[in-house]
Each structure stands twice: as C-alpha cells, then as structure tokens.
C-alpha cells in the first residue's frame, strides 16, 4: 500500500537556520503530494501541496518540489524563525481514490 | 469559531466502558474523515464519510470502532468496550467537497483508558 516516510526527530535548529525535512514516498499510482503543520496547541493545517511532477508548493517561506523520479518532497526553509516551532507532517493522496496517508512527523524546535 | 469543532477534547475512560467522541464539520463540507494519532505517531486513517454516506471504514480496528453521520453534518465516532492500546488522539477532519487531500482538521479528542 501508499505510505510515506520522513526524517526522524527532534530538529533542533537556530534562528534564522535553513530547514530541510526529508520526505520520500510509496504509491501504486500518481499521487498528491502534502505538507501539514501542527502548531502547539492546534490542529493539523495544511502548509503546502504539489499535485504533479516538478510542480513546487509553497507557503509561508516554506517550499517543496514533486520530484517524480525519487519519489520525493522535501520540505525547505531557507530562514527558520522560532515561531516555526512545531511538527511538521509529509502526506500523500491518490486523488479521489484514497484518504491522505501520512508520515510519522518530524518536530521542529528553532531556538533564539 | 468557524472552524472543525471536537468534543470532548479529553476523555479517561476505565478499561470496558463504552466512549462516543463527537465531531462538528465547517458547515457546508462534504467530505468528513476520522483520524487516530498515537503517541509520537502520524495521524492513521480510520473511516471517510461523503455527505451521510460512509465510503469508507477499512481503517477501523475493530468491530468495537463505530462511527456514524446520520444527517452529512455532526459526526459521531463510539468506541465500545475500551481496551487500554485505544488510548490515543483521535482526530476529525473535514473539507469542502469530496476527497482531495486538502483537510481542515479540528483539534482532537485525546482518550486515555485505565
């Protein structure tokens, strides 16, 4: 079946770091490719997405590129900020056919 | 708020007893799915719900694990006969039309059994 795997945590970085969470995937078919965040205290929201190969999704100063051929969608932030603290979740969906599946989550700590 | 509304956001049972979590979606949204998260884990699917209609429950448990949407508004997921391994965040989320990947998630109904 579908399944994602991303890079362990905790993430410990400093301010104004530069961010990449590895995230590589599994899928029968041709699928969507997602980013959630989890704040403190909050529900998971969506960061970013990218549908289709080379697309890049981004959001927030965070990117991400659909790389078909590695089965891949790294999560990058060329300046981490402290209020980016928070888990961050790699997902897919093979559109329509099947509930999004998603990674264990990586913890991000950004620290003054 | 306007947003994907859970209740109760904390709930210990003791081993056996029967807990229903509820769930209110954005008014208007279709789609509506359950989620349960354990400890240090990602979200795993457990059932998808289009309108009134459950499409989907290939990822309950259990037959312990019920969950039902009678009207395509309010959701309800009961678990009976509580085992400790239930113990877990348990999350709803909905979106606007049917499945696309783009949830809105409420802020989940964490269950501790004893």
């Known amino acids: 079946g579908d399944s994602v795997t991303q890079m362990e945590g905790p993430v410990t970085l400093s301010e104004e770091a530069f961010l990449t969470i590895n995230c590589t995937y599994t899928?029968?078919?041709?699928?969507?490719l997602f980013w959630y965040v989890q704040y403190p205290g909050e529900g998971l929201q969506l960061l970013l997405k990218a549908t289709k190969a080379d697309d890049k999704g981004s959001n927030k100063g965070f990117e991400a590129t659909y790389r078909k051929e590695t089965t891949s969608f790294h999560l990058e932030k060329g300046s981490v900020q402290v209020s980016d603290s928070a888990v961050y979740f790699c997902a897919l969906s093979e559109m329509g056919n099947t509930p999004l599946v998603f990674g264990k989550g990586t913890r991000l700590s950004v620290i003054a | 708020g306007a947003g994907v509304s859970q209740s109760p956001r904390y709930k210990v049972a003791k081993r056996g007893q029967d807990v229903a979590l509820r769930c209110d979606p954005i008014?208007?949204?279709?789609?509506l799915f359950w989620y349960q998260q354990a400890l240090g884990q990602g979200p795993e699917f457990l059932t998808y719900?289009?309108?009134?209609?459950?499409?989907?429950k290939s990822g309950l448990p259990s037959d312990r694990f019920f969950a039902e949407r009678p009207e395509g508004s309010v959701s309800t997921l009961k678990i009976q006969r509580t085992q400790q391994e239930d113990s877990a965040v348990y999350l709803c989320?909905?979106?606007?039309?049917?499945?696309?990947?783009?949830?809105?998630f409420g802020e989940g109904s964490r269950l501790t059994v004893l």
């Open positions: 008014s208007g949204h279709v789609s």
């Open positions: 989320a909905s979106s606007k039309t049917r499945n696309t990947g783009e949830l809105f």
């Open positions: 899928a029968t078919g041709y699928p969507s």
């Open positions: 719900f289009q309108n009134e209609a459950q499409l989907d």
